[in-house]
């Protein structure tokens, strides 16, 4: 009795029973079919009506220089380069000397790099003294400006000269020619003129009002 009563299952294994687990479905990737449509028709030269077989118009014929800083872009840019100063030693040779006892001028020192230590220690602060020493030279890293990869090659068009054809090679052409309409035409004007006009009321009551008009002018006439 106490077994029909008292199953003694716990709650996990009786009640919470919905559904049955099933494994995960997966999304499998299929790639889209490709639609490939027919190839156009090449262009076709309006005299001959033959293929076009000459080559394509490069990208780049029509472009230009920049208008303002008129920059080609075929043409790469040089790096700058400090030009030498070819007067600059005949200058310090030759300007006067003004200094007073014992100082010596600067300009009499032989050996141009203790004339440049020289310089350096004089004119040179001590927050860029300390500058330098604290920061390296990143001045002198500088990006790279390669050459062009390959030389331009220039092309030159040929002046348009259009070909003569006799009329017995062009039927192709007089023939659509002659079948296009050259002035106005209207194929439904006689049909729709043929069909009646459908009924008015506006104009069915304004003949019913001017019947009766007239008749009540010709009963008026008839008394007198």
């Not at 294994?13 to 639609?35: A, M, S």
């Not at 030498?84 to 030759?94: M, Q």
């Not at 090659?153 to 023939?175: C, F």
Request: aromatic residues 8%; contains cysteine.
């Amino acid at each position: 009795m106490e077994k029909m009563l008292f199953n003694y299952q716990t709650t996990n294994r009786t009640d919470f029973r919905d559904g049955e687990i099933v494994p995960p479905t997966f999304t499998k990737y299929k790639e889209k079919p490709r639609c490939l449509r027919k190839r156009p028709p090449p262009l076709k030269d309006h005299h001959t009506v033959s293929a076009w077989r000459t080559t394509g118009v490069p990208f780049s014929l029509m472009h230009s220089p920049k208008p303002i800083t008129r920059t080609d872009p075929t043409k790469v840019q040089k790096p700058y380069s400090k030009p030498p100063d070819e007067e600059r030693e005949e200058a310090i040779r030759t300007r006067p000397r003004l200094v007073m006892t014992p100082a010596v001028s600067m300009d009499d020192v032989t050996d141009k790099r203790a004339r440049q230590i020289l310089i350096d220690a004089m004119y040179t602060s001590t927050v860029t003294s300390a500058t330098r020493e604290a920061i390296s030279d990143y001045f002198t890293v500088r990006a790279p400006l390669p050459g062009l990869p390959a030389p331009a090659n220039p092309i030159k068009l040929p002046r348009l000269t259009l070909p003569y054809v006799s009329p017995e090679w062009r039927m192709q052409t007089v023939s659509w020619d002659s079948k296009q309409l050259r002035s106005y035409c209207a194929s439904t004007r006689q049909f729709w003129l043929a069909q009646k006009l459908p009924p008015c009321n506006a104009c069915r009551e304004t003949e019913i009002v001017q019947a009766d008009r007239s008749m009540r002018h010709q009963m008026r006439k008839a008394r007198h």
